[in-house]
């Protein structure tokens, strides 16, 4: 059987992150966690694997996530980037509404009770 690949992917820090992505999301989306940092041997594998694909970059709303995403930036100029409002600064620490809210702003399918619990 071979591994279909997806045609979006969002690139989080952490596997928090990951998970708090994973749950307001209602299409299949690959979620590549960088943990935090990356070197650049693994940037340029992860470019090489993201070649005609939708790239989306969610990071926290700190200096380590504003480092990843001035990296991204140069490497991966055509990638969008996706910002969780700074008082949460972290996207592990966002509510999931936010984070829905954020995904949907991209067009990206979420699962709307997460939108609509903001709305209530």
């Known amino acids: 059987m071979e591994s ?13 992150d990951r998970r708090k992505v994973k749950s307001v999301l209602k299409e299949d ?10 070197s650049l041997a693994r940037l340029d594998e992860l470019v090489d694997e993201l070649v005609n694909r939708d ?12 480092k990843l995403r001035k990296q991204f930036k140069k490497e991966i100029p055509e990638a969008m980037h996706l910002y969780i409002d700074k ?34």
Do not use: W
């Open 29 to 38: 989306i690959e979620i590549i966690c960088t943990n935090g940092t990356i």
């Open 87 to 120: 008082m949460y600064r972290e996207v592990a620490a966002a509510p999931a509404y936010h984070i829905a809210t954020v995904l949907l702003s991209a067009n990206i399918d979420v699962n709307m009770e997460f939108v609509e619990q903001r709305m209530s």
């Open 4 to 16: 279909r690949q997806l045609d979006k992917v969002i690139i989080v820090e952490g596997t928090s």
């Open 55 to 66: 790239v989306y970059i969610l990071v926290d709303a700190d200096e380590s996530g504003e």
